[in-house]
């Protein structure tokens, strides 16, 4: 059997004749293109044709140094100055610094919470662990924003932190009824910061801000505020006595199942 060698374009389409006149067509076209189409130097022309006709299917004019040139207007040359930030308004950077105060300000209340039932003569070690991981989780909120604030280009001004209560027995609805109650509310509280932030990115077009918000915190803030609303229910059904105990045992051993 004989094999004869054919051009690439004759393999792919068998309707095409004349590959030699195909050819200098097209190079004849391209050039044409490129010294109509050529700017000066750092100019890159890419153009394409098909057929005979000269007729482009596709032009792009890409001139780096007269496009980059406006970039670098944005490149700040003072120091103090932060090199990343883009497209990243004062009011979002403002409004990120007021959430890391809430943050921390959640966090040192439920610290004040754990140092409380630690306590020996009230000993409900469930409430304490379970107010001292609240604590450092709102803590880590609070880092998690900062990190995000240095990763924009924004500078962390922390605020003052209010002194919280020291004392949280109740007359009427006992200790752990009263702190539980108070966590659902710092939690609802939460929340709501968070969607005004959430809003304050809309409002600039921020959509990293807002995607960052709506992934890394508001799924999470629903899941806290339903389980801490099942304690507020399950506390108001058992009262001040003997259930807070129980309910302060399983607290205490809540997770070590799934350990085992």
């Known amino acids: 059997m004989l094999l ?13 004749e004349n590959q030699g006149a195909l050819f ?7 050039n044409h ?22 007729k482009p299917l596709s032009g792009v004019v890409f001139q ?6 406006k970039e670098l207007d944005l490149v700040p040359s003072v120091p103090q100055l932060s090199l990343a930030r883009q497209k990243f308004t004062d ?29 020996d003569n009230v000993a409900l070690k469930g409430l304490a662990k379970f107010f001292k991981e609240s ?24 605020q003052s932190i209010v002194m919280p209560l020291s004392e949280f027995d109740h007359a009427e609805k006992g200790d752990a009824l009263y702190a539980m109650e108070l966590a659902l509310s710092l939690e609802k509280l939460t929340s709501e910061k968070l969607f005004n932030l959430r809003n304050v990115a809309v409002r600039n077009h921020d959509v990293q801000l807002t995607d960052f918000i709506e992934g890394e915190f508001l799924a999470e803030q629903v899941e806290a505020i339903k389980k801490i609303s099942e304690y507020v ?5 058992v009262g001040k006595g003997h259930g807070v105990w129980h309910f302060d045992q399983m607290l205490l051993h809540e997770g070590e ?3 085992a």
Do not use: W
Request: charged share 25%; aromatic share 10%.
């Open 4 to 16: 004869k060698a054919v051009p690439t374009f004759s393999s792919l389409n068998p309707q095409l």
């Open 24 to 30: 200098s067509s097209f190079s004849s076209s391209i």
């Open 33 to 54: 293109q490129l010294s109509s189409l050529r700017n000066g130097p750092g100019s890159l022309v890419v153009c394409a044709a098909k057929g005979a006709n000269h």
């Open 64 to 69: 780096p140094f007269v496009e980059v040139k």
């Open 91 to 119: 009011d979002c950077e403002a409004s990120i610094n007021e959430q890391i105060n809430v943050e921390y300000n959640v966090s040192y209340v439920y610290h004040a919470m754990f140092a409380y039932f630690d306590r």
């Open 135 to 158: 604590s450092l989780e709102e803590r880590e909120h609070a880092e998690k924003f900062m990190e995000y604030q240095n990763k924009r280009g924004g500078k962390v001004k922390l």
């Open 233 to 237: 229910a399950q506390l108001r059904r």
């Open 257 to 259: 199942e799934a350990i």
